[in-house]
């Protein structure tokens, strides 16, 4: 195992440790508006944590591959996905996406805040979701435009990628892709403590063409 994988996966199995809930438990905004004016085919959710993601796009009828770095959170997920009986629709698989990738193509890859304090090539895991898109499938990405108040020191010193760099990032192929979202967005929130705050996010929703139709 390489450094970095090590280093990966002892940070997120550390930050999932424990039996406290870490997020919300509710699917991310952004993912169930863009899910629901979708047929439901084959979903990839790259940085499942604790699961909520794929629950709902499960419960509305999609077959998920779900993959984290985390054995911890995994666990998790798994148990809720029993809890809400969905476990047969999704397949958990662990990896460390700097270093290996799930197989298969998707008809909506979501990555979610696929953000992290340690190492993650960033770039390239978004290549590779792209690459994973399914011919007239999604690529949905959805990024902070900056931390929120509640975040630590070392997230508001962290510079969040802008969606230009993101999209220059994915190297997308001329004529193979229509960008049908891209822009920042504000939603209300609700801190750990009860704080109140607007926070922006950077949405980016594409579809793969069939390589003859032009972007």
Not at 3 to 30: M, P, Q, T
Not at 73 to 102: K, T
Not at 165 to 191: F, I
Request: charge should be negative; charged fraction near 30%; glycine fraction near 8%.
């Amino acid at each position: 195992m390489t450094e970095s994988v090590r280093d990966a996966r002892e940070f997120w199995d550390e930050f999932y440790a424990g039996d406290r809930r870490v997020w919300s438990g509710k699917v991310n905004l952004h993912l169930a508006e863009v899910a629901a004016d979708l047929a439901p085919g084959r979903a990839l959710d790259l940085g499942c944590g604790e699961g909520a993601d794929a629950i709902w796009l499960a419960e509305d009828g999609w077959q998920v591959v779900a993959v984290d770095v985390s054995a911890n959170a995994l666990d998790r997920a798994r148990a809720a996905a029993e809890q809400h009986q969905v476990a047969a629709r999704i397949r958990f698989e662990r990896h460390d996406l700097s270093a290996g990738f799930p197989d298969g193509r998707y008809d909506l890859v979501s990555a979610q805040f696929l953000h992290s304090p340690a190492r993650l090539d960033r770039d390239a895991v978004l290549r590779r979701a792209a690459e994973a898109v399914a011919v007239g499938g999604r690529l949905l990405i959805v990024d902070h435009g900056a931390a929120p108040p509640w975040a630590g020191d070392h997230d508001h010193e962290h510079q969040f990628d802008t969606i230009d760099e993101v999209l220059a990032g994915l190297r997308l192929e001329d004529g193979q892709w229509e960008r049908l979202r891209a822009g920042a967005v504000e939603r209300d929130a609700v801190g750990p403590d009860g704080q109140a705050a607007t926070l922006t996010d950077n949405v980016i929703l594409l579809r793969r063409l069939d390589g003859h139709a032009a972007s």
